[in-house]
């Protein structure tokens, strides 16, 4: 089970401009997780979603914002970008059956503000 | 508030030899701890969890409440374990919101 999918791979944005990151993941996997991974860190928890509702935040402002879909997509958006938001983001899937917190990780998007 | 440190950024051994990844956190309630792992040009995956007590890869880890760590160890190293490690800690046993992650440590293991 390790069909999450996020696009694109690649983005280049300019400082305050938004940006839309989208995540597919299973059927069955109704939780949704985002992180940003700075060049040379751990990835960070931004928040989660859990049958498209806000099920946990990390210390990130509000202009990072989410949206998760019944179709087992998601998006993470990032409004008034800045250049310290230049990293890596991932989203990580859960599914409703096995272990708790098993996550399934996408690619991730890498995204660099100029 | 949830940590984790992994005081190591780079580790080398030589293949065969033992191998220990450190990983020391802090959290005041009862914490879920994994390790994943991210091969070459692979995707971040999950390598183990200290609530399953196994052993993947060779690879295990204790959680050790007293010393609030969780060091990844692996008696004979191989070369296809290189790869960059991340300790996570999860303070809830259920939906898993707040996932914390350490900064990695860089595994090399030299022929």
């Known amino acids: 089970e390790t069909g999450v999918t996020q696009s694109p791979t690649h983005l280049i944005k300019t400082r305050g401009q938004q940006v839309t990151l989208r995540c597919s993941s299973q059927s069955g996997h109704n939780t949704v997780s985002w992180y940003q991974q700075a060049l040379g860190q751990g990835p960070q928890f931004i928040f989660q979603y859990y049958r498209e509702e806000e099920n946990g935040r990390g210390n990130f402002p509000p202009r990072f914002s989410g949206l998760q879909f019944p179709n087992y997509s998601s998006e993470l958006n990032v409004n008034a970008l800045e250049l310290d938001d230049s990293a890596l983001y991932l989203c990580a899937s859960t599914p409703d059956r096995g272990f708790y917190n098993e996550q399934f990780f996408g690619p991730g998007t890498r995204l660099t503000v100029l | 508030a949830q940590r984790v440190t992994q005081p190591e950024k780079l580790l080398s051994v030589f293949k065969g030899a033992p191998v220990e990844l450190k990983c020391n956190y802090s959290?005041?309630?009862?914490?879920?701890l994994f390790w994943y792992v991210q091969y070459s040009r692979q995707r971040l995956q999950l390598l183990l969890r200290h609530i399953s007590r196994e052993s993947i890869k060779g690879f295990t880890a204790d959680l050790n409440k007293g010393e609030t760590s969780f060091h990844l160890k692996k008696p004979f190293a191989q070369e296809e374990d290189s790869a960059m490690y991340y300790c996570?800690?999860?303070?809830?046993?259920?939906?898993?919101?707040?996932?914390?992650f350490g900064a990695g440590t860089r595994l090399t293991v030299k022929p």
């Open positions: 959290y005041s309630g009862s914490p879920e």
């Open positions: 996570a800690l999860s303070g809830y046993h259920y939906n898993n919101n707040d996932m914390r």
